[in-house]
């Protein structure tokens, strides 16, 4: 079974730094991974997401991650963030294959101040 | 308007008391699934349905039921609600589903509270 670890449950940020949201990610078979946002009050809804070739993504509203198979990484990115960026943001994965199911980190919430 | 909808969106109840909560798309998607979401614990799968009368549990099934007997239907029944399962739940959906890579659609969510 997959599992997957976000490392900081909070990052606090000042508008137009860069960020980067960490997630490790556990399997013993090759995996697509996910990263999801979730506005306040609001569902989920993607950002990007990796299921092969090219291992830099990119995604909605400038953000991108790196798959890294050797250190079973897929970090989120973005240069410069946006008040409006603020959220909660899960890294998700499943096995390429096998088990019906998608398994979420516990999230992490991006805090931008100005 | 391509969308997951859900119903209710808010709901107090009591220990005991059975309840439904409806999810349904307009996406013609064979996929659906059903998650809550804790303070701190992210989502956790509780069910999910491959198709029209294929369902499987997630990791957290304890407590509830599901049936899929639509395609674009795939309520969430607890029969005996208890003050453990308040949360927040979303239900989903995606074309073929998770194995394939498929982006899932979530609905708006049902806050659930079971006193």
């Known amino acids: 079974a997959q599992s997957v670890t976000q490392l900081d449950s909070q990052v606090p940020v000042f508008e137009e730094a860069p960020v980067e949201l960490r997630c490790n990610y556990s399997?013993?078979?090759?995996?697509?991974l996910f990263w999801y946002v979730q506005y306040p009050n609001q569902g989920l809804q993607l950002l990007l997401k990796y299921l092969s070739g090219s291992t830099l993504v990119k995604g909605i509203n400038g953000f991108e991650a790196e798959f890294n198979k050797s250190q079973t990484s897929f970090h989120l990115r973005k240069p410069s963030v946006h008040i409006s960026d603020t959220a909660e943001y899960f890294c998700a994965v499943s096995d390429q294959g096998g088990y019906s199911t998608l398994t979420f980190g516990k999230g992490t919430m991006l805090l931008v101040s100005p | 308007e391509a969308q997951v909808t859900q119903n209710p969106r808010y709901l107090i109840t009591v220990t005991g008391k059975k309840l439904t909560v409806t999810c349904s798309q307009n996406m013609n998607h064979e996929y659906m699934s059903w998650y809550r979401q804790d303070p701190g614990l992210g989502l956790r799968q509780i069910y999910y349905s491959m198709n029209v009368e294929v369902t499987d549990k997630g990791d957290v099934p304890e407590g509830y039921k599901v049936s899929r007997k639509e395609k674009r239907n795939f309520p969430l029944i607890l029969e005996s609600p208890s003050p453990n399962q308040t949360s927040l739940y979303f239900c989903?959906?995606?074309?073929?589903?998770?194995?394939?890579?498929?982006?899932?659609?979530f609905g708006p969510g049902t806050r659930l509270t079971v006193l």
């Open positions: 989903a959906s995606s074309l073929r589903g998770v194995v394939a890579g498929d982006e899932q659609f």
């Open positions: 399997s013993s078979v090759s995996v697509y």
